[in-house]
């Protein structure tokens, strides 16, 4: 049985220095505000998110998963608050960032490998580095798809492997994923989840992932995040330390229903409040 539960971190008194997360935080976030349209969805938000895991945020429907997470990778301006990436703030940070939407995600007007070789151009890499680096990541995800088809000519869960091989290629500090499966059918879904947790096992990205599937949540995660209605507060902090890589075997392991049980547990309960 591998199933503990984080102390919830008690907030800093208001005006208290910044206090930097324990051992092993990678993204600390203090006295995080985000309101919208008068309303508050986050007010006086901690989190310490932990350096080379996978944490899945798991939570209401429009509870704030997305917002949180566009929040910390930059993409929409908060209110008031800090957050840091050992220390350091995201414009001293690599990340990537694979949008649920895929068919908007990729520049049309290139070909999905001039996509993927894209953010490596963009950092002033040599043309052998990004060939080499393109194909490094070829062969990780094992492609047998066309890459000299430009996106719209492939299929969704062809371009969504683009899209993660282009968010990895840079080699990210943090990886975001918004739902990156809900838009796919259920094989291509398998096959991204298993090469994600692949890369994960090789690289150790620290990974920020939301899903609305609990099952899919668990299976990929170190530590399954529970959010609760807005505004938005941790309602709780779930490690799960099975053994990786995680297999269709692990699906009926005692340990992992057991955490698949007790996330919908305090799911339930938070939306009942
Ligand atoms: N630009 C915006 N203006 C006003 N309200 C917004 C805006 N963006 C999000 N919201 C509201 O903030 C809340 C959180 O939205 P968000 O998309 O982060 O939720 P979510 O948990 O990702 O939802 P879902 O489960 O539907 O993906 C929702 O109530 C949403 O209506
Ligand atoms: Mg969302």
Known sequence: MSTVINPIIAPAPPGAPFAPGPLGTHITIRGLTKYFAGW???????LDIPKGKIVSVFGPNGCGKSTLINMIAGLIPVDSGEILFDGKSLAQTKIGYVFQNYREAMFPWLRTIDNIAYPLRLEGRSKADVDARVEELVASFDVKFDLKRYPYELSGGQQQTASIMRALAPGPEVLF???????LDFEMTLFIREKLQEVFMRTGTTMLLVSHDLE?????????????????????????????????????EPSFVQMKKLSLEIFQREVRK
């Open 40 to 46: 508050p969805l986050y007010e006086d938000f901690d």
């Open 177 to 183: 994923l918004d739902e990156p499966f809900s838009a």
């Open 216 to 252: 899919e949540a668990v299976y990929l995660a170190d530590q399954v995040l529970l959010l609760t209605k807005r505004p938005t507060r941790v309602a709780e902090i779930l490690d799960y330390r099975d053994a990786r890589p995680r297999t269709v075997e692990t699906l009926s």
